[in-house]
């Protein structure tokens, strides 16, 4: 009986370590994203509104999500300069 529930005590422990490792690599590949389009605004480039189009899916679930679509809007209207602060705000918080 003691193995066993420490069998299952293991395998939830190494649940929590994976999910925890899946949590970091996707924090990071979001950091990662977040970064590229950083370089986008400061460049003023207009590739910024198809990064975001395809950036929003992939953070569908975060809670960058709906600051992002207000940095969508600022770029549809060509005011890089508020949408690369807002992103600095977020990228801060």
Do not use: C
């Amino acid at each position: 009986m003691n193995k066993k529930l420490l069998l299952r005590f293991y395998q939830g422990q190494q649940q929590v370590n994976q999910d925890f490792v899946s949590a970091q690599n996707r924090d990071d590949e979001i950091n990662t994203l977040l970064t590229e389009l950083a370089a986008l605004l400061e460049d003023y480039d207009t590739e910024a509104t198809d990064f975001i189009s395809e950036l929003l899916p992939k953070i569908a679930n975060s809670p960058y999500h709906e600051p992002i679509k207000a940095i969508e809007a600022l770029v549809d209207a060509y005011n890089f300069d508020d949408a690369l602060a807002k992103l600095n705000e977020i990228k801060n918080t």
